[in-house]
């Protein structure tokens, strides 16, 4: 069974402090690793794909990269509009072939 | 603008009541997903479909319908034989299903339905 754990469940970072939310899974063949941006009362928006381990994509003060165990999403001086819940998921090559999702973890960035 | 239309946003539902929350999609996509949210928990599946008439279980299908007509819309029933309906609903579509091997993974989400059993 596919699992995916995020972490932490909350942080807060002053605007400017720089930072990393982690996404550690286990799966049965990573076909690709997923990160999305959710506001409150919104549907989530996608981010990034990253498909391999080394590889990594950047968007902005955003940047995720992959290990074979986990992901690392990096925020460079953030600033408050940054503030939302960011959720990983995997997409396996199992039977199911359905995106496993995290739980999330709420950035909040003070001004 | 292509994109993902939920409504209604807010429902409430009396205990005992099927209430059926609409999907309605432009981005000439094949599959759609409904996803339920609770808080502190991960995004989970309902049910998915890759083509019209045609439409998979996901892990938490019990107490809960489909439908896929037409390929702009998957509505989702929410049936009395639900335990416990409150939550925040989202629905996605895919250019190609899970199981395509041109799957990518990347969904786009609606705005979301939140429901709530008084």
């Known amino acids: 069974e596919d699992q995916v754990t995020q972490s932490p469940e909350a942080l807060r970072l002053q605007e400017g402090e720089s930072s990393s939310l982690n996404c550690s899974y286990t799966v049965s063949g990573l076909r690709g690793l997923f990160w999305y941006r959710q506001d409150p009362g919104k549907g989530p928006e996608f981010l990034f794909t990253?498909?391999?381990a080394g590889e990594e994509k950047e968007k902005e003060r955003l940047k995720a990269t992959l290990t074979k165990k986990e992901s690392f999403l990096h925020i460079t001086a953030p600033k408050p509009e940054d503030s939302a819940t960011y959720l990983c998921?995997?997409?396996?090559?199992?039977?199911?072939?359905?995106?496993?999702f995290g739980s999330g973890t709420q950035l909040t960035v003070l001004p | 603008d292509g994109g993902i239309t939920q409504s209604p946003k807010y429902l409430f539902r009396k205990e005992g009541q099927n209430v059926t929350l609409s999907c309605e999609q432009n981005?000439?996509?094949?599959?759609m997903y409904w996803y339920r949210q609770d808080p502190g928990q991960g995004l989970r599946l309902i049910y998915y479909s890759q083509i019209v008439n045609d439409f998979q279980k996901g892990d938490i299908a019990e107490g809960y319908s489909v439908s896929r007509e037409k390929k702009e819309s998957f509505p989702l029933t929410v049936t009395s034989a639900q335990k416990n309906p409150t939550a925040f609903y989202l629905c996605?579509?895919?250019?190609?299903?899970?199981?395509?091997?041109?799957?990518?993974?990347?969904?786009?989400f609606g705005e979301g339905s939140r429901l709530t059993v008084l």
């Open positions: 981005l000439n996509h094949d599959a």
């Open positions: 998921a995997v997409l396996s090559s199992g039977s199911a072939r359905q995106l496993t």
């Open positions: 996605a579509s895919s250019a190609s299903g899970p199981t395509s091997q041109l799957s990518t993974g990347e969904l786009f």
């Open positions: 990253l498909y391999s």
